[in-house]
């Protein structure tokens, strides 16, 4: 039985977990959230020490075939596009090395012609000598194709579910393969089948009621902990942002769907006290003041410096800007091409734009270890 069948399941059958989690998050006075948080703070610091990881997206495209509606990369999007070369990602890479980073999560769309078979794995190749922990973000596969990337060197892999609300999925993926909620429903189970190690689920808050989001992906939590036992989990809590299309699909927003700055110290504190020994990852998408506050009470993994469009770092990728409609590449007008202040179209704004080596400080400050490095392959060679 994989998730799915426990997903149908959830409204009639909640875990003792689950139900504990659901009276965290009720609407609670301040007295009540700063217990919530003394308690959520304690038990961080219990299992993790005083430690915050560190590490940075690297973006090697932004093509994609899926219309999802609050994405920048969204297939009908006219956007300015581009992948990058095995080499540029190399480029990309070894900048964000001299910055600090030990850990890349390798993001791109999904688009089999330009993300095509054999390149992830050439791109994981070419960086693990010096990048220790390599995490992906991409498109859903099968088990066989997840254990490719894991003989290339990959031991990470990001997947959010986006909504674990059915109906609202259906209408916000309207072309492509992520239309079918299942198979992405599985992907984590499958990620695992294929020998990852690391696993990250998350729900994209915005989308639909925050608090059922939040008890739909507890509940995957719970599940992939006792089935896929031998991989560590990190849950995310990623908030909408603006990004390339927004504008095409303005609508009179749900005040049930908002993940205040409030509520999302609620959430973050709640999931800590049900999941004590999952690591919580929060991204430079949130502003600088509520990614500081968080630092003491349940983050374990922060990302610094980010850049969400291939070649960000480096401005890699800048002579093959182009749009892709309907599946086939447009060049651009001249008039496009001369111009030097195009870059490729990110996939949404960072709030938190602090540097790496700001960040690390402020960790320092606040007596906080930045962790940059916390795997080796050596670890598990013979003796």
């Known amino acids: 039985m994989s998730f799915v069948q426990r997903f149908r399941d959830l409204p009639q059958r909640k875990s003792a977990l689950l139900q504990q989690l659901e009276r965290h998050l009720e609407p609670l006075p301040d007295s009540q ?18 430690t915050m990881r560190l590490f940075a997206p690297l973006y090697l495209s932004n093509e994609c075939v899926n219309n999802c509606k609050y994405c920048g990369f969204s297939r009908d999007n006219p956007i300015l596009r581009t992948t990058l070369t095995v080499d540029q990602v190399v480029q990309e890479a070894r900048h964000l090395h001299a910055q600090g980073f030990r850990n890349l999560l390798l993001v791109a ?5 330009f993300v095509s078979e054999g390149y992830l794995q050439k791109c994981i190749a070419a960086i693990k000598s010096f990048i220790p922990t390599i995490g992906i973000e991409v498109g859903p596969m099968e088990d066989h194709q997840y254990s490719e990337l894991v003989l290339s060197g990959a031991e990470g892999l990001i997947v959010y579910q986006e909504t674990y609300h059915e109906e609202t999925y259906r209408q916000l993926h309207t072309a492509g393969p992520k239309k079918n909620f299942e198979w992405r429903l599985e992907c984590p189970e499958r990620a695992y089948a294929g020998g990852f190690r690391r696993i990250g689920i998350g729900a994209l808050f915005g989308l639909a009621d925050w608090r059922g989001e939040a008890l739909a992906l507890a509940a995957h939590l719970e599940y992939l902990m006792k089935t896929c036992w031998k991989a560590q989990f990190t849950v995310s809590f990623p908030r909408m942002r603006p990004h390339a299309g927004a504008q095409n699909h303005l609508h009179q927003p749900d005040p049930t769907h908002t993940l205040t700055d409030r509520q999302m110290v609620q959430l973050l504190c709640a999931f800590r006290i049900a999941f004590p020994h999952v690591s919580i990852v929060v991204s430079t998408r949130e502003p ?38 309907k599946g086939r590449r447009v060049e651009l007008e001249a008039d496009e091409k001369s111009s030097s202040c195009h870059s490729a179209t990110p996939q949404f704004t960072i709030d938190d734009t602090r540097s790496p080596a700001e960040f690390a400080q402020l960790l320092r400050d606040n007596h906080f270890d930045p962790i940059w490095k916390d795997w080796d392959e050596s670890i598990l060679a013979s003796p």
């Open 33 to 50: 959230l700063e217990a919530l948080a003394r308690r959520s703070a304690s038990i961080t610091r219990r299992h993790f020490g005083a």
């Open 109 to 113: 769309g999904e688009h089999p012609k």
């Open 288 to 325: 600088a003041h509520l990614r500081d506050s968080l630092l003491p009470l349940g983050a374990t993994h922060m990302s610094a410096g980010s850049h969400t469009e291939p070649g960000g770092y480096t401005g890699a990728g800048k002579n093959d800007l182009h749009r892709t409609i």
